[in-house]
């Protein structure tokens, strides 16, 4: 059997996301409760991570985790970003800033946002880290909502119900709260389920073009097993996730250029980014980054 389609469709799987189905990952399912201040939910969370934001091996004020079993896996990164609550909440709560966020990430090669009946509809094209045709990336409808917008707070969710190979479930989820006037608190939320073609996908991608490639995560002690980064299916869900959050935070960063210097901005920063995290991240070099992102932008432009 080819390895190769199965190769490329992993690799489309592991871009995506998802809030665990209840049956389907037990472990990894937080009980979910009513909060009457989400706000304050979130400054809770941020108070009790303040140790791991100072300390963080990533860079001060960003922490990332994440969790797996055999049937679903999910990341959660919490960054402190030099932006007020304001700017977060008013690009954000915009289905089409979020396109104009996805497309820096090196996999997602279109987004157009658009109303359907009564709701907003992502469409992603998902792809290699080359140019291609949408022809021969893979679309995913992701439905938007808002479903959480104050003066302090904002959160949104993007939510698909079906992936490439068997892959359900996919959720994208970000929160932020301000903590002062010039800063705010995200939390992005990451996760997908699998089935059994999903997880095949996976097993062949982790021996062919995935293996010896490292997410962000430490592990391992003692003489028997060295402190090293983790692999496999985790790895990848932590390359993806970060991938996600520096491209949010490249296009909220190149909000104080002028409007037409604006896109050339983001593709700068976040590629500086992740050049920062090479050995997790490197892919291509900044030339060839840069040249099929403007393609794939001005691609976008036009309605599918």
């Known amino acids: 059997m080819n390895a190769r389609p199965f190769t490329y469709f992993w690799l489309q799987i592991a871009t995506f996301a998802v809030p665990p189905t209840a049956w389907a990952i ?76 996805l497309i820096l990430h090196i996999n997602v090669k279109y987004c157009h946002a658009a109303m359907r009946g009564d709701r907003t509809i992502l469409s992603v094209a998902i792809g290699k880290k080359i140019d291609q045709p949408l022809s021969e990336t893979y679309r995913v409808e992701f439905a938007y909502s808002v479903t959480s917008l104050g003066v302090d707070y904002l959160k949104v969710d993007l939510d698909a119900r079906k992936g490439p190979l068997g892959t359900r479930n996919y959720h994208i989820e970000l929160e932020s709260t301000g903590l002062d006037g010039e800063r705010a608190f995200l939390h992005i939320r990451y996760s997908y389920t699998y089935g059994f073609m999903a997880r095949f996908a996976m097993r062949v991608y982790l021996a062919t073009s995935g293996h010896g490639k490292v997410g962000f995560t430490r592990i391992g002690s003692g003489n028997s097993a060295p402190p090293h ?44 980014a992740t050049e920062r995290y090479a050995v997790q991240l490197h892919e291509v070099d900044h030339d060839t980054y840069v040249t099929m992102k403007r393609r794939e932008y001005l691609r976008q432009q036009t309605p599918p």
Do not use: H
């Open 229 to 272: 980064f983790i692999g496999g299916v985790r790895g990848a869900l932590e390359r993806n996730i970060m991938r996600y959050y520096l491209a949010i935070d490249a296009y909220l960063g190149a909000l104080a250029a002028p409007t037409p210097q604006r896109f050339e901005e983001s593709l700068e920063r976040w590629f500086t």
């Open 26 to 101: 037990t472990a990894l399912v937080e009980v979910a409760t009513p909060e009457s201040d989400p706000a304050a939910s979130l400054r809770d969370r941020y108070a009790a991570l303040s140790e791991q934001l100072e300390q963080s091996p990533l860079q001060k004020g960003l922490y990332l985790e994440s969790v797996e079993n055999s049937r679903a896996s999910r990341g959660d990164i919490y960054a402190i970003v030099d932006y007020s609550i304001a700017t977060v909440s008013d690009s954000l709560a915009k289905p089409e800033n979020w396109c104009e966020a």
